[in-house]
C-alpha cells in the first residue's frame, strides 16, 4: 500500500453555507456494515464457504499486528476474490434492497435531511469499502463520498486495500481536506466511536452518537455534544 494516500476526486463544489460529515457504521446505521455484506456474499456464493478455513490464519495476523486495515482488506481478498465488478454489483445491489432500511437509523436520515434543507455540502466518510458504501451514499443523496477503496485486477475484485483505511487520522486528514475545499464553511461532524473524536474536534459542531460509555465519557471531556439516536 502506498504511503501517500490519493487525492479527494475533484469536483466543481458549490458556494455552500456549511458542510455536514457524517460516519456511517453505527452512525447512520445500527451496526457494522461489512460483516452482513460477506454473510450475504457467502449465502449468494456458497461454493466460497469452502474458503472460511482462512478466517482463523487472518484473525491470528490481527492478533499480533493490530491492523485493522489489513484486517478488512485480507477477509474481503479471502471470501470475495476473483468476483467481477458485474458480480459485486449485483451482490451490492441485493444487499441493500434486503437490508439497508433495516440498518438505518432514523434519528440519522432526519439529521441528514436537516442539513440538506439547509443547503448543506452532505458529505459521507467511512471506513467501510467503496463497493458498497458509494452505493449507500448515493442512496441517501450524499453530496460526495469518501471511503477505504480497494484493488481490482481488471476487471476482477482483489479486496486487499488500494486506499488508507478511512479511520482515526485518516479521516482527520480528509476533513482538512474538506476543509480546503470548502474555504469559510462551518463545519458538522457526526461519529459513533472513539476512533471519531480526533476528526470530530476539528469540526466546529462535532455530535458523538450511541457511543460507549467510554467514549462518551471521552468525548464530554472534550467538550463535545452526546446523543443516543433512535
Given at each position: ?152 485486477d481488471g476487471?476482477?475484485l482483489d ?72
Amino acid at each position: 500500500m502506498s504511503s501517500t494516500p490519493p487525492p479527494l476526486p475533484a469536483a466543481a463544489l458549490p458556494d455552500v453555507g456549511g458542510v455536514a460529515v457524517f460516519d456511517l457504521d453505527g452512525t447512520i446505521t445500527r451496526r457494522d456494515t461489512l460483516l452482513p455484506y460477506l454473510r450475504h456474499a457467502l449465502a449468494r456464493h456458497p461454493r466460497r464457504l469452502l474458503r472460511l478455513w482462512q478466517i482463523p490464519v487472518i484473525l491470528a495476523r490481527f492478533a499480533v499486528d493490530r491492523d485493522r486495515g489489513r484486517l478488512k482488506g485480507e477477509l474481503i481478498h479471502a471470501l470475495l476474490g476473483g468476483l467481477r465488478h458485474a458480480e459485486v454489483h449485483a451482490l451490492t445491489v441485493a444487499f441493500l434492497d434486503a437490508q439497508l432500511m433495516a440498518l438505518l437509523r432514523p434519528s440519522a436520515i432526519s439529521a441528514i435531511e436537516a442539513h440538506r434543507n439547509a443547503g448543506d455540502w452532505l458529505v459521507l466518510l467511512s471506513a467501510s469499502t467503496e463497493f458498497y458504501v458509494r452505493e449507500i451514499g448515493a442512496r441517501l443523496g450524499f453530496d460526495q463520498v469518501v471511503c477505504t477503496e480497494v484493488r481490482w485486477d481488471g476487471d476482477l475484485l482483489d479486496g486487499r486495500l488500494k486506499s488508507e483505511n478511512r479511520r482515526g487520522a485518516e479521516k482527520t486528514r480528509v476533513l482538512q481536506e474538506l476543509r480546503e475545499d470548502h474555504p469559510g464553511a462551518s463545519f458538522a461532524a457526526y461519529g459513533n466511536a472513539g476512533s471519531d473524536l480526533e476528526h470530530l474536534q476539528r469540526a466546529d459542531a462535532p455530535l458523538v452518537v450511541n457511543a460507549s460509555a467510554a467514549t462518551r465519557r471521552k468525548a464530554r471531556a472534550l467538550g463535545m455534544k452526546v446523543r443516543s439516536w433512535s
